[in-house]
């Protein structure tokens, strides 16, 4: 069955750059389907960050645009979030989830990796 | 951006009832609105889609109603694994956005 996983540094000083990569199993990114991310600060609710498709084609939040980057290796089958210039407002649980599609429910996720923003 | 509302924020009820959760949009999306479950540590499960349609493995338990700007989702007789946090999320228009939850705890 399909499953996903996150992965990256738990830990990341303000003002610089955090990295995550989902790792897809039991799916081949380049069959299809929309992949995302989603992120969930401690305590609070659900924020979708954007998603991308296996040619590259992306949608973002504007709220974050100008900061994120999602891009998908189809050769290591996975995906992957950049966040700039992080603040302690970007301390939250991400996670990794297939869409079924651009705008579509995310049917699939990954565990959640928690990201603390701190100094 | 599309925004949601969730009634109650807070449910306190006990297994065999019947609960009922109301999503309200701030524009029309149509039948655009997705229903989650999560359970603390865990990531939200799919419960249902297109406003009333059931995901595959769900318990018919669970429904969904409504178009446009006001949403239900009921769970017919509440049983213990189903206390969680509940969201709505629509799918009308970017960005993608989610209700703030409904927490159902036990009475």
């Known amino acids: 069955q399909v499953q996903l996983q996150e992965s990256g540094p738990g830990l990341v000083k303000p003002s610089e750059t955090q990295s995550l990569t989902c790792a897809v199993s039991?799916?081949?990114?380049?069959?299809?389907?929309?992949w995302g991310w989603i992120r969930q600060p401690p305590g609070k609710g659900l924020e979708w960050i954007g998603s991308?498709?296996?040619?590259?084609?992306?949608y973002y939040n504007p709220s974050l645009k100008s900061r994120v980057t999602i891009s998908v290796d189809t050769s290591k089958n996975q995906f992957s979030l950049r966040v700039n210039s992080v603040t302690a407002a970007d301390t939250a649980v991400y996670y990794c989830?297939?869409?079924?599609?651009?705008?579509?429910?995310?049917?699939?996720w990954g565990q959640g990796t928690l990201v603390t923003v701190s100094s | 951006d599309i925004q949601l509302t969730q009634s109650p924020s807070f449910l306190s009820a006990s297994v065999g009832d019947r609960i009922t959760i109301t999503c309200r949009a701030s524009?029309?999306?149509?039948?655009?609105l997705a229903w989650y479950q999560q359970k603390p540590g865990k990531a939200p499960k799919l419960l249902i889609y297109a406003a009333s349609t059931l995901q595959s493995g769900v318990p018919s338990r669970f429904s969904g109603s409504g178009s446009g700007t006001e949403f239900t989702l009921t769970i017919s007789s509440l049983q213990p694994e189903d206390f969680a946090t509940y969201y709505c999320q629509q799918l009308n228009s970017y960005p993608i956005t989610f209700g703030p939850g409904t927490k159902v705890d036990i009475k």
């Open positions: 989830a297939r869409q079924r599609g651009s705008l579509d429910v995310a049917e699939y």
């Open positions: 991308i498709d296996h040619s590259g084609s992306t």
């Open positions: 524009q029309g999306i149509s039948s655009y």
């Open positions: 039991g799916y081949s990114i380049s069959s299809g389907y929309y």
